[in-house]
């Protein structure tokens, strides 16, 4: 089996350009893994706000329902 020539285009490839496009790569995908979990991580504290909020609300129609009721007898 004859082995490929090489043809006139064909660049030989740079051992450092191909350590170079590997980080730069590896950079992307490491960025992509973090935005992801950045949104996850955000979104948890989105509701856990949200409850906290919630629950002090709760707590501030119930406290003065209570002082209604014990105002006007009801």
């Known amino acids: 089996m004859a082995s490929r020539a090489r043809r006139v285009d064909e660049v030989p490839i740079d051992p450092s350009t191909v350590?170079?496009?590997?980080?730069?790569?590896?950079?992307?995908r490491q960025a992509r893994v973090r935005q992801r979990e950045e949104n996850r991580l955000a979104r948890y504290r989105f509701y856990i706000a949200l409850t906290v909020l919630l629950a002090i609300s709760v707590a501030f129609v119930v406290g003065a329902w209570h002082e209604?009721?014990?105002?006007f007898g009801l």
Do not use: S, T
Request: glycine fraction near 0%; charged fraction near 20%.
């Open 19 to 28: 350590q170079l496009r590997y980080r730069y790569h590896r950079a992307q």
């Open 68 to 71: 209604i009721n014990h105002l």
